[in-house]
């Protein structure tokens, strides 16, 4: 089954297709935001029992997926349309059917999502040791060092070959501009600044001098350049795994 990461804030899951959650998206957010320059602040999540969903990472926003599940489940005539609030101090569960609110679901959250082909991820807390490190990928061992310049002779930064580019890490505190450094030296290479602190987790993405993409965890309403995921995942521990940080 598809896991909803702890991320996510609420979800509604409908029979319909991932593009047909999309364009509905799509079309509130140009009607309410008609001049908005950023994508729509929900994203869609495929499910493997016929329901996929269109989720929101944006904590507070609970009751606007109500508007979505309305309209949904006059897309689906017939069929349960489920809004699930996964805050674990709001969890609640919600039915929709051809555009009306229906009884609650009698099964727990969890099996209703169960039963759409979704499980809930545990609300892991993130560590409390802060840590940072940047992963280069699509540039040599060589290339990197020689984009740090003076830096790259320092003994307390490493910086060594990794499953998903070049690691480069601190022996002793976090990285300063290192990063940054080295996406401007090298713009055709991608970077993932990763940063964790004790109540967040962050991945910048640069090419060049510009940042043209953050993941962030807690999600923040408005965020500029937000991304879904980083290379398929949502948690911290999973994102670092990937990048092949160790953790």
Same mark, same amino acid.
């Given at each position: 089954?598809?896991?909803?990461?702890?991320? @996510?804030?609420?979800?509604?899951?409908?029979?319909?297709?991932?593009?047909?959650?999309?364009?509905?998206?799509? *079309?509130?957010?140009?009607?309410?935001?008609?001049?908005? @320059?950023?994508?729509?602040?929900?994203?869609?999540?495929?499910?493997?029992?016929?329901?996929?969903?269109?989720?929101?990472?944006?904590?507070?926003?609970?009751?606007?997926?109500?508007?979505?599940?309305?309209?949904?489940?006059? *897309?689906?005539?017939?069929? !349960?349309?489920?809004?699930?609030?996964?805050?674990?101090? *709001?969890?609640?569960?919600?039915?929709?059917?051809?555009?009306?609110?229906?009884?609650?679901?009698?099964?727990?959250?969890?099996?209703?999502?169960?039963?759409?082909?979704?499980? @809930?991820?545990?609300?892991?807390?993130?560590?409390?040791?802060?840590?940072?490190? !940047?992963?280069?990928?699509?540039?040599?061992?060589?290339?990197?060092?020689?984009?740090?310049?003076?830096?790259?002779?320092?003994?307390?930064?490493?910086?060594?070959?990794?499953?998903?580019?070049?690691?480069?890490?601190?022996?002793?505190?976090?990285?300063?501009?290192?990063?940054?450094?080295?996406?401007? !030296?090298?713009?055709?290479?991608?970077?993932?600044?990763?940063?964790?602190?004790?109540?967040?987790?962050?991945?910048?993405?640069?090419?060049?001098?510009?940042?043209?993409?953050?993941?962030?965890?807690?999600?923040?309403?408005?965020?500029?350049?937000?991304?879904?995921?980083?290379?398929?995942?949502?948690?911290?521990?999973? @994102?670092? *795994?990937?990048?092949?940080?160790?953790?």
């Amino acid at each position: 089954m598809t896991s909803l990461d702890a991320s @996510i804030c609420w979800a509604v899951l409908a029979p319909l297709s991932t593009g047909d959650l999309e364009r509905v998206a799509a *079309r509130e957010w140009a009607r309410d935001f008609p001049y908005a @320059i950023d994508p729509p602040p929900w994203q869609t999540v495929a499910g493997d029992a016929g329901y996929n969903a269109l989720v929101s990472r944006s904590p507070g926003t609970e009751g606007s997926d109500r508007h979505f599940a309305e309209i949904l489940s006059r *897309r689906a005539p017939g069929r !349960a349309v489920y809004a699930l609030w996964l805050d674990p101090e *709001r969890r609640e569960a919600f039915a929709w059917k051809d555009g009306r609110e229906v009884d609650p679901p009698s099964a727990t959250l969890d099996v209703v999502a169960a039963q759409a082909g979704f499980t @809930i991820a545990a609300d892991v807390p993130l560590a409390t040791e802060e840590m940072s490190a !940047a992963v280069v990928e699509g540039a040599s061992i060589g290339e990197v060092q020689a984009a740090l310049g003076e830096f790259a002779d320092e003994p307390w930064l490493r910086v060594q070959p990794g499953p998903a580019g070049v690691l480069i890490t601190a022996t002793d505190g976090p990285l300063g501009t290192q990063a940054w450094d080295v996406a401007e !030296a090298l713009p055709s290479a991608t970077v993932y600044y990763v940063q964790q602190w004790a109540h967040a987790f962050d991945v910048l993405v640069l090419r060049g001098a510009e940042q043209v993409g953050l993941y962030r965890v807690p999600a923040l309403g408005g965020q500029e350049n937000a991304l879904p995921d980083i290379k398929g995942e949502t948690e911290p521990r999973a @994102i670092m *795994r990937v990048l092949g940080i160790s953790v």
